[in-house]
């Protein structure tokens, strides 16, 4: 519901605030006072294209602002708090126009774009005027209302669940087929590769211990001669090191004996003796296990050229080689899953498919038997609004199918997209022996606007959206068709918060609340004014609008009358 509505320096607004009520509330005045920059205003605010043009003269900005509150549970309130909203204080939006061009939109005090206001708006209020623009009028919105007016909304839902999974399974299928026949010659190169590093055995820190024995082996006769006499001068040879040390050893054990502060020095020279024969020992092993092989060192070479080769096909390091090879055995089993995965998609594309087609086929059969009803009943209510004879028709036609649609998006030559199989137009001839037009064709203005409200009427509790403005829904009318249109919006008001502007003082009788707006000149501005009217204020709003210019008695009490009468039926 529409609460509260701001405006300032706005076309000849400067500064004005209204404040809406529920049930059915009426804006009258002067033509030209500002009731359509009113129904601007609102239209701004729920999205519409904002022009620098809009701005005040001398201003800089204009700003509009409205706040809604929203039942809780409401399709307005889901939508709304899937965006992050807290509604506990109702829906702030606010628009600020400037003349650089350069606009700004607020929702609840937060920065938001046109994405996220277009994505919400929808559920707060819905604009009916005489136009071309409005949203009954559109044949892509007829699908919508009929599915309304049969209760199909959740049936339509569970279409739209079914096809976006159809849409994702085929996109899935494709993917998976695509990349299927693109990786052939990628197979290849990852099965030589994963072959050559299998075939090579190839051994962490291989490269290192083979460097180390290919070095072994090429100084293999030096190494040999070296440590050779190393040994000999150690512990073989006369004068040998260890022989030395021995009998440094006893001669400082006979001294120890004198002294025995040598006693450690003693000790450490008979360890060191021992450790000395310890390492010609060690050595003597060594030169065992000296090899001198030309036929291994050849082979040793061989294989660190092939090691060092596949570290640089493989990113440098043994380590590399071994996680390239892990890798392309994964990609190789993810690639050999491929057919049976895409085999797998089918079979669950062609489920979803037959489950689509159901669903579609239930959709379309239960909307030809609504599109009679609604049809009947559209009739009906413009007989009531002086439209009798009118003939009016849904009219069904397929989807059209593209050229490479997809089989799975194709029921009995109809494409399937989220609302089904259906394309509908709602057609109508006012008068008789006319031939059936399409709705927005209709030329006059009056008909139009008693044609939306008899849809909007019909919708009724079934209208998605918490307030309704009618903008000059008394287009071409007057007189009884006039009253009768009142009653109707005082109907609608039960279900909705309907607001209307409106020249005739027969439909604004039924209101519950009439704001009339006014504008005067002050110091060399034309300015804005709303008044909520009630008693006698209001009496001679409506003896105006009865009466022209000049007011009379005799209208006075004709809108008094007309007041008095409701007010006893009420």
Request: glycine share 8%.
């Amino acid at each position: 519901m529409l609460r509260e509505l701001s405006i300032k320096n706005f076309a000849i607004i400067d500064d004005l605030s209204i404040r809406f009520e529920g049930g059915f509330t009426v804006l009258t005045g002067e033509t030209g006072a500002g009731k359509s920059i009113i129904i601007n205003a609102v239209n701004l605010i729920l999205g519409s294209r904002a022009s620098p043009e809009l701005i005040r003269t001398s201003e800089e900005t204009a700003e509009l602002e409205a706040l809604f509150e929203v039942p809780s549970h409401s399709p307005a309130a889901t939508v709304a708090e899937t965006q992050g909203l807290d509604l506990s204080e109702g829906l702030l939006i606010r628009r600020i126009i400037q003349k650089n061009g350069r606009h700004r939109i607020y929702i609840n005090g937060r920065m938001a774009s046109m994405q996220m206001l277009s994505s919400i708006n929808q559920h707060f209020a819905s604009i009916s005027g005489q136009h071309a623009h409005q949203g009954l009028l559109k044949a892509e919105q007829h699908l919508f209302v009929l599915d309304q007016f049969g209760g199909l909304s959740d049936l339509r839902g569970r279409v739209s669940d079914c096809y976006q999974q159809v849409v994702a399974l085929i996109s899935e299928w494709a993917a998976l087929k695509l990349q299927d026949s693109e990786q052939a010659k990628h197979r290849e190169l990852l099965e030589f590769q994963y072959n050559e590093i299998q075939q090579s055995g190839v051994a962490p820190d291989e490269d290192e211990e083979l460097e180390q024995e290919r070095q072994r082996l090429r100084h293999a006769q030096q190494l040999y001669e070296t440590v050779n006499r190393c040994v000999d001068r150690l512990y073989g040879g006369e004068g040998a090191v260890v022989e030395r040390v021995t009998e440094a050893a006893k001669e400082l054990q006979t001294l120890s004996n004198i002294d025995s502060s040598l006693t450690p020095a003693t000790e450490r020279v008979h360890e060191a003796s021992y450790q000395l024969e310890d390492i010609a020992h060690d050595l003597r092993s060594y030169l065992n296990r000296v090899v001198f092989d030309n036929e291994r060192l050849e082979a040793v070479e061989l294989r660190l050229d092939l090691l060092q080769r596949l570290k640089r096909k493989y990113g440098g390091s043994l380590e590399s080689v071994l996680a390239h090879g892990r890798e392309t055995e994964e990609e190789l089993k993810l690639i050999s899953s491929l057919p049976e995965k895409i085999a797998d998609a089918e079979q669950r594309l062609d489920q979803i498919y037959k489950a689509l087609c159901k669903l579609s086929r239930e959709l379309s059969d239960k909307r030809k038997k609504t599109a009679k009803q609604l049809s009947k009943k559209v009739q009906q209510e413009l007989a009531t609004l002086e439209m009798s004879g009118t003939r009016f028709e849904v009219r069904f036609k397929p989807n059209p199918v593209g050229e490479d649609a997809d089989p799975h998006l194709v029921l009995d030559n109809s494409g399937i997209d989220s609302t089904g199989i259906d394309r509908v137009d709602f057609l109508i001839a006012p008068n008789v022996g006319e031939d059936l037009r399409p709705l927005a064709q209709i030329a006059s203005g009056g008909e139009l606007s008693r044609i939306v409200l008899a849809l909007k009427g019909i919708l009724g509790t079934k209208e998605s959206v918490e307030t309704l403005i009618f903008d000059e829904v008394d287009a071409g009318i007057g007189g009884g068709v006039a009253e009768v249109v009142g009653q109707k919006l005082k109907t609608l008001a039960g279900f909705h918060q309907v607001v209307c502007i409106t020249h005739l003082a027969q439909i604004a009788q039924f209101a519950t609340h009439h704001l009339k707006i006014a504008k005067k000149v002050y110091k060399g501005r034309t300015r804005t004014k709303m008044t909520l009217l009630h008693g006698e204020e209001r009496v001679k709003e409506m003896a105006r609008m009865l009466g022209g210019v000049k007011v009379t008695k005799k209208t006075l009490d004709h809108a008094r009358e007309m007041l008095e009468e409701l007010k006893i039926e009420n």
